[in-house]
C-alpha cells in the first residue's frame, strides 16, 4: 500500500512539501520531500533539524524501541501514543465485528502507522503541520459536519466514553465519540481535547480507574507552583465532571486563532522515544537554535530544580517541548505534564548531565549551573525562589482552586517533603520557611533578563512583542522575588484572585487596589504595590 500526503503549514495552508508512505505487511517506510515553493521561501525553516532544506525525499531510519516511529519526529510528534492508540485500535476491532455480524465488507488490512497519525483530526493536531489526503483534503477523523472538539459541557460525556474504555466494556458510540479528539495528544492516561469556556481549544485529562490518588489535582497543582516559581508554564485548572475533578488545561500551541509549530526535545535532539539523554543537552540546542538562549537555558535550569523538588520523575524528552519564532530560531515552550509523585524512586528519566546521571540532587544541579550559564551567585538566587515558592504546596493543594482534603495532600506529601529540600535551604544559606511576616520593604532587585514570558511565538515569521518592563516585585513569606508586572498579576491568579475593574481585585471576597495591604485571616493572599511602587504578592503564614 502505497500513500502521498501533502503536508501543509497554519492556518495560512502554506505548502511544505509531501509524505511518502510505504506499507508491505509489517514492513513500513516513511519519507518527505520539501516543495519547491517553501525552500524558495523567505521564511523558510527546517521543520525538523533532521530534515535539511534540500530537494528530494529524505528517510528516516525506524528505530529498534518499541514506541519507535517509521516517521520524522516532527511528524511523531503528532502520532497517538498509549491511550490515544489502545482507543484506536478498539475502534477498529468494534467497527470490523460490526460489518461482520451486518455481512458487510470490512477488509483484512491491519492498522498501519499512517493510519494512527491520520486518526487525529486536523483541528486538534498538535503543532502547526496539517496533513492532506489524496482527494485533497485535511484529514478529520471525526464525522463529516461533526465537530472536532466538543464543548466544555460534554466533559461528562467524555469522561463516561474514557471509563469505560479502561473497563472494556465502551460500545460502537464511545469510540466514535473520542476518535480524533480523543486521540490527538499523546501519553498512558485518558485524555480528550475540548473547548474551553473562552472558546480556547484545551485538554482534558480524567482520573482513572487505577489511580491510588487525586492525579488530577497534582497535575494543577504543578502547574501553578511552577507559575510561583516565575516559570513560564501552561494555564490549567480544576474543573468537575460527575463529581470527579477533570484536569483542564489550555492548549500552548493555539494563539489567536493561530496554530503554533511545536517541536519536542526528543524531535530537537534527533532521537527516539526511550533513549536516554540530559538536561545539558537540552541546552546545546537553546544555544544553537535558541531565540533566546540565555534566557530559555536559565528556565531550562529552574525546570529542573522545580522537578526535583516536587518530585516530577517523568520528564521524559517528551515532556519538554519548543515553539518555533522565526526563520529556524525556536525558544522553550511553556511547561507542561508536570506531575508530582509521591510513589516513585527520585531518579529523574531525563539525565541532569551525561556524567552526573539520573538523580534528583540539588548538589548535582549546583555543579552543573554553569553549563546553563549561571554563576554560583545567581543559581543560588534561582534555587531559593523556586524552593520558595513549593514550600506553600500546603496551603495551595488545600486552596479552592486545587481543593485538596486533608487526606489527599498527606498522600503527596512525599513528593514535597524530603531531604532536598533541605539540601536547598543548605545551599541557599538561608531560611526558606514561610512562617515569617511579609517584609514591609523590598530587597534590593537582582539582575535579571527581561521577563519574555509573554512573548507570542508565531508560525508567519513575525517577531514577538517587546518584552514588559521589568520594574516590579513578588514577596513570598519573608522573601522578595523580582519580577514583571505581569508576573505579579498571574501569580495573584494562580492563588484565585480575579480582576474586578480598574486596579482593582478581589479574593476570597474581599477587595484589594494598588495599595500595600495586609491581613491577619490565615493562608490570606495579599497583593498591591508598596509606597515605592514595586508590585508584590504573597501569602501570609497561618
Known sequence: MKRTIKVFLGEAQRPIGTLLFNADGNREAASFAYDEAWLGHPERFQIDPALPLVTGPQYHAKGKGDHASV????????????????????????????????????????????DCLLY???????????????NGEFV????????????????????????????????????????????????MRPKCTVIDDDGALSIGKFPSDTDTRPVTKGEVLALKLAKVALITATEARVVYADGLPITLVKRFDRHDGKRLMYASARTMLGL???QEHAYTEMVDVLRQRGAFPERDCEEMWRRLILNILITN???????????????????LSPAFDINP????????????????????????????????????????EVLAEVAMATEGWRRLAASPDIGMSAVEIDQFAPAFEHSERLVAERTCRTNIAVSNPLPTEAVPHSKQEPDVSTQTATVEGMPPPPPPEVVDRVAFGARTIPAAKSTALRVAKAFGATPDTGETWVFNGERFSRAAHRSKRPGMIVFGAAADGNWWVGWLPR
Open 313 to 331: 520523575v517523568d520528564d521524559h524528552l517528551n515532556n519538554h517541548g519548543f515553539l518555533h519564532i522565526s526563520r529556524g530560531k525556536w525558544r
Open 272 to 274: 527516539e522515544d526511550g
Open 341 to 380: 509523585f509521591p510513589d516513585k524512586a527520585r531518579v529523574l528519566k531525563t539525565w541532569i548531565s551525561e556524567d552526573i546521571g539520573p538523580a534528583a540532587s540539588i548538589d548535582a544541579a549546583m555543579k552543573i549551573s554553569s553549563y546553563f550559564g549561571l554563576r554560583s551567585a545567581r543559581a543560588r
Open 120 to 134: 487525529v483530526d486536523d483541528a486538534c493536531r498538535i503543532g502547526a503541520l496539517r496533513f492532506q489526503d489524496e
Open 71 to 114: 516517521f520524522h519526529g516532527c511528524f511523531s510528534d503528532s502520532e497517538p501514543d498509549g491511550w490515544g492508540v489502545r482507543v484506536i485500535r478498539r475502534d477498529h476491532a468494534k467497527s470490523r465485528q460490526e460489518a461482520e455480524r451486518a455481512g458487510q465488507p470490512f477488509g483484512d488490512r491491519p492498522l498501519n502507522s499512517l
Open 140 to 187: 478529520r477523523a471525526s464525522p463529516r459536519g461533526g465537530r472536532a472538539a466538543p464543548p466544555l459541557i460534554e466533559l461528562s460525556t467524555l469522561l463516561n466514553a474514557s471509563r469505560a474504555v479502561e473497563s472494556n466494556t465502551e460500545t460502537a458510540a464511545d469510540l466514535r465519540y473520542l476518535l480524533g479528539k480523543g486521540t490527538s495528544v499523546g501519553g
